[in-house]
Each structure stands twice: as C-alpha cells, then as structure tokens.
C-alpha cells in the first residue's frame, strides 16, 4: 500500500479520478466526460445512476494501475440534488444540476415569507423531486427516500449503497451543506443542524437529509472499491481548489476559470458578520471544517468565463480549439476600444443582474476575428478584476497575488490579462485543476500523512508567476472604460433584471 490518496472529482462537465502523493504529486490521473441534458430552456439535469457507475468505474481502472491507497477524498460540484430509494439505492428521478432555474417563483414566493432561497441552491431542487415522485411525501416521511447532493451520492455510491452492500453511508459535509440553502447553526453554532423552517416551507422531512461530517476525518468505508480504503475527505469543489492553491490562510485568494468563474478568498475562523450576500456580490462560504471547527471563505462568482471561449468555438465558429484563442489574440495589437462583456448567462458579482446579456461594443470597419477574441479573453479578465475588486470590497483585506487554476489558466495571454486587469501578480498552480489536488491534501491530514493546513499552506510553490505590465494611470484608464461596456451590457432583459435572490 502506498501513501497516496485516491481522489473522486466530480465537475460540472467531468469526472476525474487520480492518486495524490503526500509531496502533491497527481499520478494515475484519468478523465470521463460528465453529460448533462436540458429538456427544457433553464433546466439542467443529470444521471445520477449513470453518474454512480462511472465514479466506480473510473476509480477501480485508477486502482488497477496505482495498486492499493491509503484513502479516498472527494471533491463535488455544489448544490445539484439528487433524490434515491434508500432500500434499492437508486435514484427516484434524475438529479437537478446546481444550474437549473426550474425553481425561480418557488425562491420569490418564499421571500414574500421572509424565506431568501436561490434557485442555485438545492432546498427547492429537492422540493422538486418530491412534488414529482412523492408529492404527499408519504415515502419521505417514512424513511424510504434519501436526498443530498453530489458529495451525498457518491459517498453513499462508494459506501456501495447502489450496488446492494450494507454500507448505507448517507453524509454531507459542511462546505456543501451549506450551499443547500437548508442549514443552520445549531446548538452547537457549528452549522450541523438542518433549519426546520426552511424545511417546512419545502415540505422536505429532515429524516430525508444526511448527517453533516467535517470535511476532513474517518468519514466511512469505500465497501465499492478494491480494498474498501476509508473515506477520509469530503469538500466541495471551490474550497477544494482554495486547499490545492495554499490558500489555508486568512488574507489568501484563488480565482478558478473554468465553464463559470469563482475567485475564493480563506478569511478564517471568525464567523462572518452576516450570513447572507453581502453589499457588493459576494458571499460567505464555509471554507472547510476539520474536527468540529469552522473555517470561513469569501466567494465572488462569474457566471459564464470558458463558456465564452466555448462560444467562439463551437457558436460563431471563429476558433478550431480553445487553444488557438492564444496566439490569435496575440496576432493584433490592443485596440482598448473593443470590449466584449461575458454576461453570456447574466452578470453575478457584483451587480447579480440575471437580465444583462453579452455585450461586444467598439468594433469599426477595421475590427477582424482576431481582435473579438482578443476582447472576450480580456472581457474574462476583467470580470476577474471585479470579483477581486468585490471581495476586497466587502470587507477581505488586500491580496496581494492571486493564484489562479482551471482550463484557461493555460492561455498565457489570458493570465497576462488577468495581471493586468487586477493589477496585481498572478500566480499559476502546478495543477491546470487544483479540485484533485486539494481533496488529497485534505484526505492527507485525516491520514496524518500532513500534519495540518499550515503545512499545505508552507508547501505550496506556483508553477509561475506573471506581473502587471501596465502604469497605474493606464491601468485606472482600462478599469474605467472596462465598467462603461459592462454598464451598457446591464438590463438587457428588464424583467429579469428586477429579480433578486
């Protein structure tokens, strides 16, 4: 048996699996494609049994090659909900993607009662379920159904819940039970407990939920794997990513740029002053737990950052891969006056305007596909801008240097951009997705194998950095004309631009 650490890593359009050293090393890695399906504009729903086989899957062909490990971490999407028999173990209905909007007038008729739910959040995605399959909850009442989200499932899958075995490990951890919309602090003030309120309104039996575990420890056993290694870490993928990037600090930023963006920001131990978003955008996460006490976290979100790149690619034809946006954008000179806003999906942090739109402003006669892509790398860039800008806003103290991981944290001109936007270096994680690596440093300290946070924070080395280039005066210019296209992209959609969660 080696040192290492299996490590389950579902994303929103992936599952990958690897073995990660205690040195941070990532071995053994292999990758499948995580499909979802949209019957309907806004809905966003996945196999959840078909999901379930792949992780076993995957993980045993990983085991086969690696040989046996010491443990299994686990890193999840947040917030999508899945429903199952508890008997059968499987899933009643296919599960609700942390996207989905089904649920927009069952968040505004709640806050008519004092209830603020988003419909990015799970408590109204499994109300859904159950008005679907059990709408007088006779079922859930009784015991019969389990609900959690994708960290519940697999757990549940690798205790080997859906193949038959007495394994029944139905668990959450505190960094995705707090993102349900249905958790509280509790007696304990350790936010362990399920807020009987929220429940209420829902229509949702607390004997349908999981136990909330700390997100590094003796979770459970993997009965479905080779070996039945213990379950020894479970988080959420952003607050994985921060744990892969050092960021085990208070004052320590990341910013992923994946299909979406979400810059995280460690803040510590002291609670935060209040549990909802925050003036501007931003909002108070749970940043990891570990042996009964809290750790805290500040997350700007980006609704849409490679899915712009995606856009390019696959909609308007104007690249063959994401990769050639490089040297694409590099081929033209700056124009500073073509601004492309991502608000492909509307803008989050720090406006949260569900009814802004894609913007591409500045093009003249002169203006060719080169500098289009040029401006959508840099509309992302600066939308990372404002998400540090939000958190720093909002209360965090300064970053110093950004660390940054995700797909196009490998676009050179991209990162350069990022530098320049937020003025400020940026430093590039060993790992293109850090999620793997940070559930395995967590799976390291359950096993002793690390000693603590402060030693992944020690450890932590960037595989490079980039500067700013550009003066303060040019920089102020570039950020004032940057906010002048992003306010012409604002209320597109008036009507949705009125909604607020």
């Not at 960037?462 to 003066?471: A, D, H, I, N, Y």
Request: proline share 5%; with cysteine; charged share 20%.
């Amino acid at each position: 048996m080696t040192d290492g650490v299996l490590v389950v890593d579902v994303g929103s359009t992936s599952l990958r699996a690897g073995v990660v050293g205690p040195d941070g090393s990532v071995e053994h890695a292999r990758r499948a494609p995580l499909a979802t399906r949209s019957p309907a504009p806004g809905l966003v729903e996945l196999d959840a049994a078909h999901l379930a086989e792949a992780v076993v899957g995957l993980a045993t062909s990983v085991l086969a090659e690696s040989g046996p490990v010491a443990g299994v971490g686990v890193a999840t999407q947040r917030a999508t909900a899945v429903v199952w028999d508890r008997r059968s173990g499987l899933p009643v209905a296919p599960a609700i993607g942390w996207q989905d909007l089904r649920t927009v007038l069952t968040c505004l008729t709640l806050q008519s009662e004092g209830i603020r739910l988003a419909p990015n959040m799970s408590a109204t995605k499994v109300a859904a379920i159950l008005d679907a399959v059990d709408p007088e909850r006779v079922r859930a009442r009784a015991g019969e159904l389990c609900a959690g989200t994708i960290d519940s499932w697999v757990a549940w899958t690798l205790a080997g819940g859906t193949r038959g075995l007495d394994g029944g490990l139905h668990v959450t951890d505190a960094t995705n039970a707090a993102v349900t919309g249905m958790l509280a602090a509790g007696e304990s003030g350790n936010w362990d407990a399920w807020d009987e309120r929220v429940l209420d309104a829902l229509g949702i039996p607390g004997a349908l939920l999981p136990r909330v575990v700390d997100s590094c420890g003796t979770i459970g056993e993997a009965a479905a794997l080779p070996g039945s290694p213990p379950l020894c870490a479970l988080i959420g993928d952003q607050q994985a990513s921060l744990i892969g990037q050092g960021c085990t600090r208070a004052g320590l930023a990341k910013a992923t740029f994946g299909t979406g963006g979400m810059l995280d920001l460690c803040t510590g131990t002291a609670p935060p002053e209040r549990a909802v978003r925050n003036p501007r955008g931003t909002f108070p996460i749970v940043a990891w737990r570990l042996g009964g006490e809290l750790t805290w976290g500040t997350e700007a979100i980006m609704l849409t950052a490679g899915a712009c790149v995606d856009w390019l690619r696959d909609d308007m034809g104007l690249v063959a891969t994401a990769a050639d946006t490089e040297a694409l954008a590099l081929s033209c000179e700056p124009t500073r006056d073509v601004w492309f806003v991502p608000a492909l999906m509307g803008l989050g942090t720090p406006v949260w305007d569900f009814g802004a739109r894609g913007t591409l402003v500045g093009l003249t006669r002169g203006s060719g596909r080169a500098h289009v892509v040029r401006a959508v790398l840099e509309g992302v860039a600066h939308r990372g801008a404002d998400l540090l800008e939000a958190a720093e806003a909002d209360g965090a103290a300064r970053v110093p240097t950004l660390r940054v991981d995700g797909g196009m944290s490998a676009n050179r001109f991209f990162v350069q951009a990022l530098a320049d936007a937020c003025g400020r270096p940026v430093e590039l994680s060993r790992e293109l997705e850090a999620t793997t690596l940070g559930a395995g440093l967590l799976a390291g300290v359950a096993l002793g194998t690390l000693s603590g946070t402060e030693e992944i924070a020690d450890a932590y080395r960037p595989k490079g950095v980039v500067e700013p280039r550009l003066s303060e005066l040019t920089h102020r210019e570039l950020r004032s004309r940057w906010l002048e296209a992003r306010e012409r992209a604002a209320r597109t959609i008036p009507e949705l631009s009125g909604i607020e969660f």
